[in-house]
Structures are given as structure tokens and as C-alpha cells.
């Protein structure tokens, strides 16, 4: 079926236009009698959670055998009850009396129980699917609760992403659910291509055409609730309804006339004021993914987020571990990193940007990066980044710099050149 939309860009859907919605879609859909797992993002994307989820809500209660509310981690820390009830919006420990008759569970990828394979991907097959980047099977694993009832609503927002050039509608399978091989291949996938040839392109990039077809293995009816939301507000451009597919793809392009601002020409410096809604560099580093495109050569990238004290609670040890290199810095030295979790290698080269490696001359990065984050100098620079202590920095007066942007929220919002399309 195709999506159904209500909004678009420059416009904005009220909640009670956004709760009739809901309720006229879902009521359409043979729910009764059925089980209903319904998967949304964490606290690290804006969105109007507890307006959708209870729309949803009432329009299911009493219809469905069982409701389920998985929580897409990736591979993101796990979120505790206080968490759950201010993304949720109910008061906590009282789940039941705001959404009764409902669980909600984190999406546990650590442990293998918790994942169910739903098939493999063959080797020739992701050669395709990659355009011939490499060529190895996978094995797609996924959530157990999603395979364990009827249907799935995704639900959730469409930004421009770093890995699949727009996030949304699939992505909250792979890898929002998924188990690591599958979000090892695709995350690395995404950084093979590189983040400024990917972040914001239009249509199904190889990362979305290889989630796109291990989504298409799940058992169960897929369904797909695609919001497009003010970056750092609750309030609703646009949703749509339809396939995982559809309606992502009817949001992703709502998504990049909403999300994306374009300069006519390069900046040397870009301050991103980067959204405490990451409180760790693992997701932070998207101050510096929105803004690499437009920034010159040998320019300058300060992630200022002094609230940010761990560079993730996951994967932190190994990322201090390499640190932080260009793509080719791995590639061209595989042997000593073949062994190390692709997403690992994946973060690491989208914070640092676009670069080259040589034996001889070493690595040549085309953007320098400076934190001034909570992480101390000699941490900072032991990861391969410059420091700047936050302290310092006036948000006001770099503002009257002509050579730097100063992007407030940073995080969510694109930045591109005109002349890149």
C-alpha cells in the first residue's frame, strides 16, 4: 500500500490532527485478536513520544491479545524506569495508569536469548546490495518480541542520518533491533561510502537497500508510523502511515526540505553547540557529522558539549583504545584492525571525517576536530582530537566571527553546500 500523509514541510500537524490521524489509520488495519509490538527510538531523537504512543494506545487497548513497546537501542545503554517514564510520559513506577494493559522492554542486544535469526543474507547478494563494496553472507538476527507477535508498528522520526542517509522506517530493525553482525555490516558500510557521501541523500542508498531486504525476513506484518519533527521541539511537521518503506520514504522527503540548510559556500570554522540530549561522544559526534559538508579544507570542527564526561558507556574502552582515524587509516592497514567491531571502526571515521593514509606520510585528515566536551585534555588528545577547554568559548562572540557558524541544537539539523545539490 502506499503512504498516507497528513503535513509537510513548513507546515505543522496539532495533536489533536495527529491523534485523529493515528486512530483513522489503525482502526483500518484487522488488529482484533492480534498481538502488536510496537517499536520506537530512545531519548536521543526529538520526538513526540507520549502524544503517538498514546494515540496508539487508544486506538489498540482492547482490540489486541498482547502490546509491546521495544525500545530501539542499537547498541545504545539500556534505559532505566525514570528514564522510560519521562520519554513515555508516565509517571514512574505507574506505568499501568496512563498505558494499561501494556509492556515496555529495552531493546536487550547484549544478550543473545534475547535475538531470534530470521534468516541469511548470501554473500553474493550483499555484494549487490553494496555495489560491490565486499562481498560476505550475514546473518540477520532480531529482537525476539518482534518475531513473537503478529504485527510491528514502527514509530518513530525521519532526520537525515549519517549511515543510511535518512534515518527511519527499517532502521529501527536494523539496527535498532538487531543483533551485532547485521549493525557491524551495515554501519560499516555506511563508512566505506563515507558520512559526506551518504548523510541526506535523497532515494535508497546500499546501507538502506541491504536493511530494506533483511527487513523483509521478518515474519511478521510490518507497519510503519514515520513522524518528520521540528529538530529540538515536540512539534509535528508531518506524519505518515503506510509500509516501512512507504512511509519512510514519504517522510524522508518531507525530511530534506525540513532538515537541511544550505550555504553557498564553504565556513573555515563551525561551532555545534551540541543537544544535551547525547550525553555521551558516541552520539554527541553528530555535531560533527551535520556539519563536515560545509566545512573548507583544513577547517575547523569544534564539538562543544561540556556536559558529555564518557565517550560511551558501551564501546568506550575500545574506542580509546584505536581512537580516532579516517576511513583509509583502517583500510589501509586492516590487518591490525580486522578484528575489531566494524560499528567501532564505523564511529571512529565519521567523527574524524574524510582523510587519506599513507605508509610513508602517515594520515592526512582534510578537517581538524577539537572537543570541548567534559572529557579532559590529555583524555581528548589520546583519542587523536584536539582540545579546547568549553570554558572558554563564548558562543556569542565566536557568533561575530565571519569565518565560523555557530549551530545551536547541533546534532539534527544538516548542512550542506548549494553547489552539492
Known sequence: MSAELIGGPGRSVSADEARHF??????SVPLDGRSLCVVIPDSTRSCPLPLLLRAVHDAVDGRVSRLTVLIALGTHPPMD???LAAHLGYAEGRLAETFP????????????EAL???GELPAREVATLAEGRFEEPVTVTVNR???DHDVVLVMGPVFPHEVVGFSG????????????EIIDLTHWLGALIGNTGIIGMPGVTPVRAVIDRAAAMIPSERL???????SGTKDLHSLAFGTPEDAWAASAKVSAQTHVRYLEKPVRRVLSLVSERYDELWTASKGMYKVEPIVADGGEVVVHAPHVHEVSRTHGAL?????YHCRDYFTGQWERFADVSRSVLAHSTHLRGDGSYDPSLGERCRVRVTLATGLDEARTRALGLDYRDPATIDPAEWERDPDTLVVHNAGEILFRLKSSG
Open 22 to 27: 493515528v486512530n483513522e489509520r489503525l482502526r
Open 81 to 83: 524506569e525514570a528514564q
Open 101 to 112: 494493559r501494556t509492556t515496555v522492554v529495552n531493546h536487550e542486544w547484549w544478550i543473545p
Open 116 to 118: 531470534v535469526s530470521v
Open 145 to 147: 518480541h518482534v518475531v
Open 169 to 180: 522506517g527499517n532502521k529501527y530493525f536494523f539496527p535498532g533491533v538487531a543483533g551485532r
Open 224 to 230: 510503519c508510523l514515520a513522524a518528520v519533527v521540528a
Open 319 to 323: 574506542i580509546e583504545k584505536i581512537g
